[in-house]
């Protein structure tokens, strides 16, 4: 099928279109809609006339953006008129949404008039937080966004201007950096002189470009004082008194090049006669005024950027508008000014010498991603943009004076944007910040590998864990230092060589002499066997947690744990769990991953563990005790070992929230309970549910994995004397640091005791 019948199926099939509007409030009773509408619906209305401001309180003001078009200047597709644009409109919806939870409405406009334009986005005011002009040609689109801008108390940002200008000159600023040049002393090339274009060089100007060394190109040729054919007022700020003339004239010796104008503007020729360590932006759509391939065919010192998706160092505007909206929506912004765009700029240049996360590797095929010529400019589907960019915009906003609504709290606010990406996100955070009050010492038996070096690097900036690396010196500072990653201070412990290892040996073999271990094979063990000489260091206090298992079975991590620090007094074994993370709710599954044929007392052990794992996560825990059977429906050896484990439960852990044996749809499923079982202590809501097998649990999570889009947290482990955790060999660096903090959560709770 050809990528044209993809695109017009994925817009007419099913629902036409790509946009819908759904109700964030309940409308299933007669008493919600008497709430929704008419007669409840007059109380925000006259809050509003006595305060305007409650606009913001009452109705979805504050989280809305219109989208505004003429149709005049689509893409690479030129005047195709208001309607034909509509498409690129609501996928401008599409990406508010997906990448900043900003709500759109797409207004198409059937007019060139520009005074016609101020006037009906002006009068709808009242309705939207901001303003998004799109697709608007030049240089109409830049009086229509100066006078919507004086006339209006929202914010107004015309994307195709300030947005690529924004991304482009991230992108240059760190270029520079890479080749050792300041911006003051480069020759910059600005082919194309619309929207975009003018917007780049006027940036570039802000960063501090002398306007003599820069030069500006349109279809006739380079813009120069005293030019007067094809000019405007916004070309005439940027005529530089030169005598070139054409664009190849002004390339000679140039450092930087931004082309915002048509595919093959820029030859082979041209690129040769560029200075050394040259940078080329080459961003007309949908093909670039020059290829990254053609250009590095002239020369290998060049440092290319497009807007395609195909070629590293995209300029895509995604990168922008939603976070430079949110930032401003959230602030109550009067307007979207130069401080605001310059923070969004300075932003994501910064974020491009950051380590990159796996989950960012893998969306782009799991290729190496890291800070130099080829990585400039953040990804699009890097999740930290929004967490970047959108504080940095809201406090420029507020130092800049036009935020309505201060943010008093920023890192509360960066946990609320991280909630806007998912559950997921919220329910770590609240784990992490629990870490991050009293950090403790994780020892790492995987010292060497690069997910766990990158993982101990965010480890020790945002203050959750102390790790400690267990491993060849020479081999892990090594790795350290081709990963580009600061990890001084951190300790680093070799086995082989260690000064402390004869006390472990000692004590090892005092504790297993009767197992069947002789002294020699305590010390090839401590020696050659990390994780018995982690599992040695909490043993002994020299550590507070450990975590190992990336590149190990599960039974081959468990057991030097089990053997040097055992379990828990008065537990029949260790237990393991699975927190489920969906988009609204979480789910902790129990047991997952130890015990295959648990007795009922065992399982009463796991519902009590889990539920205190559940507190953990600021999650009231309402337990359901699974079976085939609901309140004895069957009657079976099966269903009968889990009515005696909820009895066991209930015996033991009498405050606690729990019932069964039952079904699991029952025990999630609130109408059906309060029609069949009302007598039940849950009300179809649980979230931990315990399985009657190892074999139904581990099933059930990953399908529900895989199938149901949950996001998985664990193994978490429960039951040991001192708190060791186990990874999974698919885990990425975001799995470790989240399984960290879950240790050192458990270390607190142990020195608390």
């Given at each position: 099928?050809?990528?044209?019948?993809?695109?017009?199926?994925?817009?007419?099939?099913?629902?036409?279109?790509?946009i819908?509007?759904?109700?964030?409030?309940?409308?299933?009773?007669?008493?919600?809609?008497?709430?929704?509408?008419?007669?409840?619906?007059?109380?925000?209305?006259?809050?509003?006339?006595?305060?305007?401001?409650?606009?913001?309180?009452?109705?979805?003001?504050?989280?809305?953006?219109?989208?505004?078009?003429?149709?005049?200047?689509?893409?690479?597709?030129?005047?195709?008129?208001a309607?034909?644009?509509?498409?690129?409109?609501?996928?401008?919806?599409?990406?508010?949404?997906?990448?900043?939870?900003?709500?759109?409405?797409?207004?198409?406009?059937?007019?060139?008039?520009?005074?016609?334009?101020?006037r009906?986005?002006?009068?709808?005011?009242?309705?939207?937080?901001?303003?998004?002009?799109?697709?608007?040609?030049?240089?109409?689109c830049?009086?229509?966004?100066?006078?919507?801008?004086?006339?209006?108390?929202?914010?107004?940002?015309?994307?195709?201007?300030?947005?690529?200008?924004?991304?482009?000159?991230?992108?240059?600023?760190?270029?520079?950096?890479?080749?050792?040049?300041?911006?003051?002393?480069?020759?910059?090339?600005?082919?194309?002189?619309?929207?975009?274009?003018?917007?780049?060089?006027?940036m570039?100007?802000?960063?501090?470009?002398?306007?003599?060394?820069?030069?500006?190109c349109?279809?006739?040729?380079?813009?120069?004082?005293?030019?007067?054919?094809?000019?405007?007022?916004?070309?005439?700020r940027?005529?530089?008194?030169?005598?070139?003339?054409?664009?190849?004239?002004?390339?000679?010796?140039?450092?930087?090049?931004?082309?915002?104008?048509?595919?093959?503007a820029?030859?082979?020729?041209?690129?040769?006669?560029?200075?050394?360590?040259?940078?080329?932006?080459?961003?007309?759509?949908?093909?670039?005024?020059?290829?990254?391939?053609?250009?590095?065919?002239?020369?290998?010192?060049?440092i290319?950027?497009?807007?395609?998706?195909?070629?590293?160092?995209q300029?895509?505007?995604?990168?922008?508008?939603?976070?430079?909206?949110?930032?401003?929506?959230?602030?109550?912004?009067t307007?979207?000014?130069?401080?605001?765009?310059?923070?969004?700029?300075?932003?994501?240049?910064?974020?491009?010498?950051?380590?990159?996360?796996?989950?960012?590797?893998?969306?782009?095929?799991?290729?190496?991603?890291?800070?130099?010529?080829?990585?400039?400019?953040?990804?699009?589907?890097?999740?930290r943009?929004?967490?970047h960019?959108?504080?940095?915009?809201?406090?420029?906003?507020?130092?800049?004076?036009?935020?309505?609504r201060?943010?008093?709290?920023?890192?509360?606010?960066?946990?609320?944007l991280?909630?806007?990406?998912?559950?997921?996100k919220?329910?770590?955070r609240?784990?992490?910040?629990?870490?991050?009050?009293?950090?403790?010492?994780?020892?790492?038996?995987?010292?060497?590998?690069?997910?766990?070096?990158?993982?101990a690097?965010?480890?020790?900036?945002?203050?959750?864990?102390?790790?400690?690396?267990?491993?060849?010196?020479?081999?892990?500072n090594?790795?350290i230092?081709?990963?580009?990653?600061?990890?001084?201070g951190?300790?680093?412990?070799?086995?082989?060589?260690?000064?402390?290892?004869?006390?472990?040996?000692?004590?090892?073999?005092?504790?297993?002499?009767?197992?069947?271990?002789?002294?020699?094979?305590?010390?090839?063990?401590?020696?050659?066997?990390?994780?018995?000489?982690?599992?040695?260091?909490?043993?002994?206090?020299?550590?507070?947690?450990?975590?190992?298992?990336?590149?190990?079975?599960y039974?081959?991590?468990?057991?030097?744990?089990?053997?040097?620090?055992?379990?828990?007094?008065?537990?029949?074994?260790?237990?393991?769990?699975?927190?489920?993370?969906?988009?609204?709710?979480?789910v902790?599954?129990?047991?997952?991953?130890?015990?295959?044929?648990?007795?009922?007392?065992?399982?009463?052990?796991?519902?009590?563990?889990?539920?205190?794992?559940?507190?953990?996560?600021?999650?009231?825990?309402?337990?359901?005790m699974?079976?085939?059977?609901?309140?004895?429906?069957?009657?079976?050896?099966?269903?009968?070992k889990?009515?005696?484990?909820?009895?066991?439960?209930?015996?033991?852990?009498?405050?606690?929230?729990?019932?069964?044996?039952?079904?699991?749809?029952?025990?999630?499923?609130?109408?059906?309970?309060?029609?069949?079982?009302?007598?039940?202590?849950?009300?179809?809501?649980?979230?931990?549910?315990?399985?009657?097998?190892?074999?139904?649990?581990?099933?059930?999570y990953?399908?529900?994995?895989?199938?149901?889009?949950?996001?998985?947290?664990g193994?978490?482990?429960?039951?040991?004397?001192?708190?060791?955790?186990?990874?999974?060999?698919?885990?990425?660096?975001?799995?470790?640091?989240?399984?960290?903090?879950?240790?050192v959560?458990?270390?607190?709770?142990?020195?608390?005791?």
């Open positions: 099928m050809s990528k044209r019948q993809d695109a017009l199926d994925y817009h007419s099939s099913g629902r036409k279109g790509k819908e509007v759904i109700t964030t409030k309940p409308c299933a009773t007669s008493r919600d809609l008497s709430l929704a509408y008419s007669p409840g619906v007059a109380e925000p209305c006259l809050e509003i006339e006595k305060d305007p401001a409650m606009a913001y309180e009452y109705t979805a003001k504050g989280n809305l953006v219109a989208v505004v078009s003429n149709g005049t200047a689509v893409l690479g597709l030129g005047d195709i008129g309607m034909a644009g509509k498409p690129v409109m609501e996928g401008k919806g599409v990406l508010f949404k997906r990448f900043a939870d900003v709500d759109v409405f797409d207004i198409e406009l059937n007019t060139k008039d520009s005074d016609e334009i101020i009906t986005v002006k009068i709808l005011e009242p309705t939207f937080g901001g303003i998004n002009l799109e697709d608007i040609k030049g240089p109409e830049f009086y229509i966004e100066e006078e919507l801008k004086k006339i209006m108390n929202i914010p107004v940002f015309h994307d195709d201007q300030h947005g690529t200008a924004i991304i482009a000159n991230a992108g240059l600023i760190n270029a520079l950096e890479i080749v050792g040049k300041k911006i003051e002393d480069v020759k910059i090339v600005v082919n194309g002189a619309g929207a975009a274009g003018i917007a780049c060089a006027n570039a100007l802000v960063l501090g470009a002398k306007p003599e060394n820069l030069y500006a349109d279809t006739k040729g380079v813009i120069y004082k005293g030019r007067q054919e094809g000019m405007n007022p916004f070309k005439e940027l005529a530089n008194d030169t005598a070139a003339r054409t664009l190849e004239d002004a390339m000679a010796g140039a450092d930087v090049f931004f082309g915002v104008s048509a595919k093959g820029v030859t082979p020729e041209m690129v040769k006669s560029m200075a050394k360590d040259p940078v080329i932006f080459a961003m007309a759509n949908p093909d670039p005024e020059i290829t990254p391939d053609e250009a590095k065919a002239v020369r290998d010192d060049v290319v950027g497009t807007g395609r998706s195909d070629y590293n160092n300029v895509n505007n995604v990168l922008c508008f939603p976070f430079l909206f949110r930032g401003a929506l959230d602030t109550h912004a307007a979207i000014n130069d401080e605001m765009k310059m923070a969004a700029c300075l932003a994501l240049a910064n974020l491009a010498k950051q380590d990159v996360p796996d989950s960012v590797r893998k969306a782009y095929g799991n290729v190496e991603i890291s800070f130099g010529r080829e990585y400039l400019i953040p990804k699009p589907f890097d999740p943009v929004l967490l960019v959108a504080p940095a915009v809201a406090k420029a906003a507020m130092d800049s004076g036009v935020a309505r201060p943010i008093e709290n920023m890192e509360k606010y960066k946990e609320h991280e909630a806007l990406q998912g559950r997921s919220e329910i770590m609240t784990l992490i910040n629990k870490a991050k009050a009293q950090p403790k010492r994780v020892v790492f038996p995987e010292g060497e590998e690069e997910k766990i070096l990158r993982a690097q965010v480890l020790v900036e945002e203050g959750i864990a102390i790790p400690i690396l267990l491993g060849d010196l020479k081999e892990i090594d790795k230092q081709e990963l580009g990653l600061d990890l001084k951190v300790q680093i412990i070799d086995p082989a060589t260690s000064d402390i290892r004869g006390e472990y040996i000692d004590e090892l073999f005092e504790l297993r002499q009767r197992k069947g271990i002789t002294r020699a094979e305590a010390k090839r063990l401590i020696k050659k066997n990390r994780n018995y000489y982690g599992a040695m260091m909490v043993q002994h206090g020299d550590a507070d947690a450990l975590l190992s298992g990336l590149n190990h079975h039974p081959e991590t468990i057991r030097p744990a089990l053997e040097v620090i055992g379990k828990q007094e008065g537990l029949s074994k260790v237990h393991g769990l699975y927190m489920l993370v969906f988009k609204k709710q979480v902790f599954c129990a047991d997952a991953t130890v015990t295959i044929e648990p007795t009922a007392e065992e399982l009463a052990e796991t519902a009590i563990l889990t539920a205190k794992k559940a507190r953990h996560f600021d999650v009231e825990p309402k337990v359901a699974l079976s085939f059977s609901n309140f004895g429906s069957a009657e079976h050896p099966l269903t009968l889990v009515k005696r484990a909820t009895a066991l439960v209930k015996e033991w852990a009498p405050d606690l929230i729990v019932d069964g044996e039952i079904q699991a749809n029952v025990a999630l499923d609130p109408e059906l309970t309060a029609i069949q079982y009302p007598f039940s202590k849950l009300k179809g809501d649980a979230n931990v549910l315990i399985f009657p097998d190892l074999q139904s649990g581990n099933i059930c990953k399908l529900l994995n895989k199938l149901g889009g949950a996001e998985t947290v193994p978490i482990l429960m039951g040991m004397k001192k708190p060791v955790h186990v990874l999974q060999r698919g885990d990425d660096v975001g799995d470790i640091i989240n399984m960290a903090a879950v240790a959560v458990d270390a607190q709770e142990l020195a608390d005791r």
